[in-house]
Nanobody, 124 residues
Framework: QVQLVESGGGLVQDGGSLRLSCAASGRTSSSYARGWFRQAPGKEREFVAA????????TYADSVKGRFTISRDNVKKTVALQMNSLKPEDTAVYYCAGRSGPWVKVAPKEYEYWGQGTQVTVSS
């Protein structure tokens, strides 16, 4: 069993920055790919960013490309999402996810492990 715990959410103004962190514990592996998803009220969960087990491959949703950066520290078993130039439409609950495979995936169904989520609110 793998446990994922997110932190770093909060309230920020339009154009501001936040850094989310996801800590893993349990039967996790540095080879597992990790991802970030988000869900706004009344909307489906959507892909934000993902990083391969080695950290050598990343992919982003078009809506966040150039503004968000995903990174990982396999020694500390953490994954971070640096979010810059935030917009009100980025407001959502952000979820960390993990899968027992090294390659990045964008579909939620490809991920077996999920955190409880952290709220990000961007005010205009």
């Amino acid at each position: 069993q793998v446990q994922l715990v997110e932190s770093g959410g909060g309230l920020v103004q339009d154009g501001g920055s936040l850094r989310l962190s996801c800590a893993a514990s349990g039967r996790t592996s540095s080879s597992y790919a990790r991802g970030w998803f988000r869900q706004a009220p009344g909307k489906e969960r959507e892909f934000v960013a993902a990083i391969s087990g080695s950290g050598g491959s990343t992919t982003y949703a078009d809506s966040v490309k150039g503004r968000f950066t995903i990174s990982r520290d396999n020694v500390k078993k953490t994954v971070a999402l640096q979010m810059n130039s935030l917009k009100p439409e980025d407001t959502a609950v952000y979820y960390c996810a993990g899968r027992s495979g090294p390659w990045v995936k964008v579909a939620p169904k490809e991920y077996e492990y999920w955190g409880q989520g952290t709220q990000v609110t961007v005010s205009s």
